[in-house]
């Protein structure tokens, strides 16, 4: 049996009532084990255990395997997330919509799971901005959000207040806000040994102040999804109360069949253990109503200019018509908007975005686009690992398929000990899923897996 904080075990019962004997049987359990597929990447249905119920590419697993030992994970073809926090794809279905070009702000994104739901929910036309504060959250996001390839989304390592410039400019903002955290105990016991009231005061607070800033990145009209994983009233129905009525916000109810099992508390829903299949999470939604928000002078010039400069930030605007080695790798190449850095590698968006794209990159010095091409030499393209796992990818570029002991040495970043190789660059994949570079040197092959993206320990030899 679980052993419970007292203060939160006396808090949670005064709460539940009745059904608090259920709620700590629950937390006794294992958690349920979910994946969200991937749907411009994967193409069948996954042996699973059931659909979870608010999200059409969820899906539950019997078991939980070693996902690190999956080259289909590695791949991008699913992400691995938990399966109450994906019924933000249902609260985007409800009051934002998809079928129109949207500017997105995941304002505290790491590691991934509800960007990659974001992104894969929105038009193609549409930029999502995934923005992680912490330096070491930042690369697990970049590298997840490479994985799952789509090419309409900037990464950006800032904290909140330095989207100032940006005012008024979003139409969607998500802030999953760090939170005490009980929504996961049963996934880290040692969070829960951490808890505390004073941690709960602490994280509403920090929250408060991250929802502050959200609120003005907002365009009138725009939507606020705020979410937490964890239970208590001061993190969540509290500050949904103070967005309400600090900002004259206008709530948006969500809709749930009654068999889901979802919690409607005041001004937001909370999701059970012993009700759902899944973990702890509360959401709430919000229209911006008044218009007091603007975009600020130095983003509004670039916004207005004819001429828009050719540098932002770090990046100098590059035309594809003097890149002719980019045909060989990237699908229509006059379709996208290219870059390249100090350093003369070149990063791609769709034409589409390519506008949105630089007004963020003129604001904020850290961002970046997700899709790093590579770095031309001598005419030909060194390519870059993003890449090979984007969807951008032209359909031609050779590939050889590796059976499982080989794709996990590539994974090792070890030679894959094939025969036949291509010669020249050719995509190392498994089952038709692309999983990183190679390249054949007649008798050898050269594994170009980047150095941070080598598997330490696996199953297979």
Not at 73 to 85: D, F, L, N, P
Not at 300 to 310: E, G, Q, W
Not at 351 to 364: G, I, K
Request: net charge positive; hydrophobic share 45%; glycine share 6%.
């Amino acid at each position: 049996m679980v052993v419970l904080n007292p203060d939160f075990a006396r808090a949670m019962q005064e709460r539940l009532g009745a059904e608090w004997p259920a709620f700590v049987e629950a937390m006794a359990q294992p958690a349920p084990v979910s994946i969200r597929i991937n749907p411009f990447k994967y193409r069948s249905t996954p042996e699973h255990d059931g659909q979870v119920p608010w999200c059409a590419q969820g899906y539950y697993l019997a078991k939980r395997p070693a996902f690190i030992l999956d080259p289909l994970w590695h791949a991008g073809a699913y992400y691995v997330q938990e399966a109450s926090s994906m019924a933000i794809a249902e609260a985007v279905r409800q009051w934002v919509g998809t079928d129109r070009p949207l500017r997105v702000l995941d304002l505290a994104a790491a590691p991934g799971g509800k960007s990659t739901l974001m992104v894969a929910l929105l038009s193609a036309d549409s930029l999502l901005v995934a923005n992680e504060p912490i330096r070491s959250r930042y690369d697990i996001l970049r590298q997840n959000l490479v994985r799952w390839g789509l090419p309409n989304v900037l990464s950006a390592n800032h904290d909140p207040q330095d989207f100032a410039p940006l005012a008024g400019w979003f139409d969607v903002v998500l802030v999953d806000a760090p939170c005490s955290g009980e929504g996961l105990w049963r996934k880290d016991a040692q969070a829960m040994l951490e808890w505390s009231l004073q941690q709960v005061n602490f994280c509403a607070a920090r929250q408060r102040r991250i929802l502050a800033y959200a609120i003005d990145l907002l365009a009138p009209g725009g939507t606020l999804l705020y979410s937490t994983c964890t239970y208590n009233d001061t993190e969540n129905s509290t500050n949904a109360r103070w967005l309400r009525d600090a900002f004259d916000l206008e709530p948006l109810p969500l809709r749930w069949p009654a068999k889901w099992g979802i919690v409607e508390q005041d001004l937001g829903y909370q999701f059970y253990p012993h009700r759902v299949r899944g973990e702890g999470f509360y959401l709430s939604c919000f229209r911006k109503k008044i218009a007091s928000s603007h975009v600020t002078a130095r983003v509004h010039s670039v916004l207005r200019s004819k001429n828009r400069p050719a540098s932002f930030g770090r990046f100098q605007r590059v035309a594809s018509a003097g890149l002719p080695a980019l045909s060989r790798w990237v699908q229509r190449p006059e379709k996208v908007h290219l870059w390249q850095d100090r350093h003369e590698i070149l990063y791609a968006v769709p034409q589409s975005v390519a506008a949105d794209a630089e007004t963020v990159l003129a604001a904020l010095p850290r961002a970046a686009p997700m899709l790093e091409i590579g770095q031309v030499l001598k005419g030909d393209l060194l390519p870059a690992h993003s890449l090979a796992l984007s969807v951008l990818r032209a359909g031609q570029v050779p590939y050889l398929n590796l059976d499982i002991v080989q794709a996990t040495r590539y994974l090792r970043k070890e030679d894959p000990q094939v025969a036949g190789a291509p010669k020249g660059w050719f995509l190392a994949c498994y089952e038709d899923y692309a999983l990183g570079w190679a390249k054949g040197l007649g008798g050898r092959v050269n594994n170009y897996l980047p150095k941070g993206w080598r598997v330490m320990n696996t199953g297979h030899s």
